[in-house]
């Protein structure tokens, strides 16, 4: 039977150990080791000297769990216990052996007496019981003399673990001007030790610093608020210290600590304020809508939420003129242009902004008001302004029959700024390509210049230009669109070649025709829609092969009067049919309709139309007759081509004495270019004289200098050409442009009008031919052989004049 010994720092129980050898006492000593209750009378039969009168069955013992001390620091094995067999005599024939957890590394024992000894340092946080098992063996025969028994080494805590915060350092926030008692954060220790053993894992909270601001709950950990009113503004951030400590917080415990950052989060406790209660700004009168005038801003010491802003115009003369909007980035109230200003209307502007919080907290209102105000004073500044038309578009409607030179429509455009400068008037041409229509440089009386036709153009929009005369880069534009009114000036007409055919044995009152009925087409529109009427042409009134019938629905027949054709006797006709329209006034055209006489079978069907057979000789064939076509094509081509070879050659120039002469009167340095010199006057400048200055750069003669200086800037700016002179240039510059054989616009102009306010005076010739001195060109002689020319037509004739 197995008895065992323990070993523990009390000597009590290591001599107890130590003394419990018998095998009779070995279940009282597993009893007493254990910790177990008892049982009645058994002790007291171990203590009496007196023999018992009952018997006592053996029977094996029941090991018992050892104790041992953990973090043991001496130099020595520990020792832990000691093993026996009631069969061992002591003569070291039992040989004791240690197996299982830690046998033979952390526990060795002695294989004589049994005892067993710690030979490492143990450490309860890492391994709290190793479970051995022990078996004691003959050590002759190693034969087993006890059956193999397992028993637990249990390690005993000691106070050898600090507390420790496992989830530290903390982050925690808290609101600002919270109550005192705020909860921010619970923080919790943890301490390795035995919980069950003594007080070595009872921990206990203490706040080593963050106060006043802050305290802590010694059992739980809580960290709450203890100071009121604190504000994030005066201070955000507080690093807190905690201690825990173990042993109830006894001295002589140990202790572990963290830190808390806390934050205090921002609440709205701070109302908005302007830094300045008057703010000056400016703004140009030409600042398109929606741009910025300038920016205010409302300081408010919160943040995020807290901090936004919220403008608006509350009071002022400019409320109408501008707007503000607040910047969600930067919170600053951004004042913009809310219509197109006008230095000339108005010339400054105050606005009263206020500045309010949109997110507010009911408990805080008393420290209100969460808004403010300030005061905007905007100046607006004077530019350069564009000529501005009155109305900004235009409309007119022109029927198309309307005189070149007439005025359809007053454009009028005035200088909104106070200088109020003349204007200017042209037209851009790049709206109006076909040079339709002119208006008129000071009045702005728009003009055809060309004649209309509704049929070849229906709209024109075109753009007028005001220019002021002191800034030329200031130009303002008006579009103008001209609708052209419709006149009856087409004559109705047939819309393609019409042919029909007869038989030969046709019945009067019969036409046979691929296109059964005829039809018209007229380009006018009038208003009550198109009616067309047809009859035969006044010199086929009395046809007797034909008539036509009208249809009364635009459209006629033509029927037969006899019958009997022939195509010996005539195989096409050809019927002249007079169409006229419902206009004012009427309008009409002949149409010719073609009718071949064919040969037909008794159904109507068409045999032949060509009269061939009856045409051509009898010895005269096909071939022939297209043998004879190729020669006369031949000939034909070779007469065209003599007679272009010789138009091409140069003609000498033959002056006929009855012909008009041109005069083209321009004062050079040197002598003109004849016909080719196109630089001698720029005809755009009679258009726009925009176009004319623009282009003037680009058209500079380089072969000599103007002697006479423009007298354009001495002309008074009141001085207005007549209506009637302006249509009488523009019906003469028209016939000029359409007559390809006429002198050149700025050759040979005849004029019934003289100009009125001209500095230069008159430069008419008109009143020469009735002046009775004469003028000798005789000095032309002398001036060389460049005016050879001229003194030859001019100049005094010595002969007879040569012909050329």
């Not at 050892?66 to 973090?71: A, K, P, R, S, T």
């Not at 709206?431 to 024109?460: C, K, N, Q």
């Not at 004012?584 to 060509?610: A, E, K, R």
């Not at 043998?627 to 065209?640: D, S």
Request: contains cysteine; charged residues 25%.
């Amino acid at each position: 039977m197995w008895t065992s010994g323990r070993m523990s720092n009390a000597k009590s129980w290591l001599g107890l150990g130590m003394s419990l050898y018998f095998w009779g006492l070995m279940d009282l000593t597993t009893t007493v080791l254990s910790g177990t209750p008892t049982p009645p009378g058994k002790l007291e039969a171990f203590l009496s000297d007196k023999p018992q009168s009952h018997s006592r069955t053996k029977r094996s013992w029941v090991w018992n769990q050892f104790f041992v001390l953990e973090e043991y620091t001496g130099t020595d094995p520990l020792y832990v216990g000691k093993l026996h067999s009631d069969m061992d005599r002591g003569d070291g024939s039992i040989k004791y052996i240690l197996s299982g957890e830690g046998a033979g590394v952390v526990f060795t024992i002695d294989d004589t007496t049994g005892d067993i000894h710690a030979i490492q340092r143990l450490d309860r946080e890492e391994r709290a019981q190793y479970t051995l098992r022990a078996q004691a063996l003959d050590r002759r025969t190693g034969r087993p003399m006890e059956p193999e028994s397992e028993f637990i080494i249990k390690i005993q805590d000691i106070n050898d673990n600090e507390p420790k915060f496992l989830d530290g350092p903390y982050v925690a926030t808290v609101p600002e001007m919270s109550p005192v008692g705020t909860s921010v954060i619970q923080v919790t220790a943890t301490d390795a030790d035995d919980p069950t053993y003594g007080n070595s894992a009872r921990v206990m909270y203490s706040i080593l610093q963050g106060q006043p601001y802050f305290s802590v709950d010694s059992k739980t950990g809580v960290i709450r608020t203890a100071l009121m009113n604190m504000d994030r503004e005066a201070k955000e951030y507080y690093e807190v210290i905690i201690q825990a400590k173990d042993m109830g917080g006894q001295l002589g415990g140990l202790a572990g600590t963290t830190t808390v950052n806390i934050t205090l989060s921002d609440v709205n406790d701070n109302p908005p304020r302007f830094p300045q209660k008057h703010y000056q700004m400016s703004v140009l009168e030409s600042a398109p809508v929606s741009s910025t005038v300038g920016r205010v801003f409302a300081k408010d010491l919160d943040e995020g939420i807290n901090a936004e802003m919220k403008y608006t115009i509350v009071d002022g003369d400019g409320a109408d003129a501008f707007d503000i909007n607040t910047d969600p980035n930067f919170q600053v109230g951004i004042i913009t242009v809310k219509k197109p200003l006008s230095f000339e209307t108005k010339k400054s502007y105050t606005l009263k902004v206020e500045g309010a919080n949109p997110h507010l907290e009911m408990r805080f209102l008393n420290l209100g008001p969460f808004q403010d105000t300030t005061t905007v004073h905007i100046s607006v500044e004077d530019v350069d302004e564009p000529p501005v038309f009155e109305p900004v578009f235009y409309f007119v409607e022109v029927p198309e029959d309307v005189a070149i030179g007439t005025t359809i429509q007053i454009i009028s455009a005035k200088d909104p700024d106070v200088t109020n400068n003349s204007i200017r008037y042209s037209i851009d041409r790049s709206s109006d390509p076909g040079r339709f229509f002119y208006v008129d440089i000071t009045t702005g009386a728009l003009m055809t210049a060309r004649p209309l036709d509704r049929e070849e153009f229906s709209w024109h929009n075109i753009t007028v230009l005001a220019m002021e005369m002191n800034n030329p880069s200031q130009v303002g534009s008006v579009p103008v669109t001209i609708k052209v009114l419709d006149v009856n000036d087409n004559a109705p007409k047939f819309p393609r070649f019409y042919e029909a055919f007869v038989c030969e044995n046709a019945k009067a009152g019969q036409v046979r025709q691929p296109v059964r009925t005829v039809s018209a087409v007229d380009q006018d529109d009038p208003r009550n829609g198109q009616h067309f009427y047809y009859s035969l042409a006044p010199e086929a009134a009395n046809n007797p092969n034909f008539t036509v019938r009208d249809n009364q629905d635009n459209t006629a027949r033509v029927l037969t009067r006899r019958s009997g054709f022939r195509q010996q006797e005539q195989s096409v006709f050809y019927l002249p049919i007079l169409i006229s329209d419902n206009g004012q006034p009427v309008l009409s055209s002949t149409g010719t309709l073609t009718i071949q006489v064919c040969s037909c079978d008794d159904d109507g069907h068409v045999l032949s139309c060509s009269p061939e057979a009856y045409m051509l000789p009898v010895r005269l064939s096909r071939g022939a007759l297209i043998a004879i076509l190729a020669c006369i094509f031949v000939l034909l081509v070779l007469v065209l081509l003599i007679l272009s070879m010789r138009r091409h050659r140069k003609q000498p120039y033959i002056i006929d004495d009855e012909e008009n002469i041109h005069e083209n009167i321009v004062r050079y340095d040197d002598e003109g270019g004849g016909e080719e010199d196109t630089e001698a006057f720029d005809i755009a400048a009679m258009w726009n004289p925009r176009e004319a200055q623009a282009g003037g750069a680009s058209k500079t003669r380089q072969d000599m200098l103007p002697e006479i200086e423009s007298l354009s800037r001495y002309v008074p700016q009141t001085c207005a050409v007549s209506s009637t002179v302006h249509s009488y240039v523009l019906a003469k510059l028209y016939e000029a442009d359409m007559d390809l054989w006429a002198a050149p616009f700025d050759s040979l102009q005849t004029y019934m009008f003289e100009g009125d306010g001209s500095v230069a005076g008159s430069l008419s010739s008109l009143q020469s031919a009735t002046s009775d001195s004469e003028q000798s060109f005789d000095f032309l002689t002398d001036w060389g052989p460049r005016f050879r020319k001229l003194a030859e037509l001019y100049g005094a004739s010595e002969g007879p004049a040569p012909l050329w």
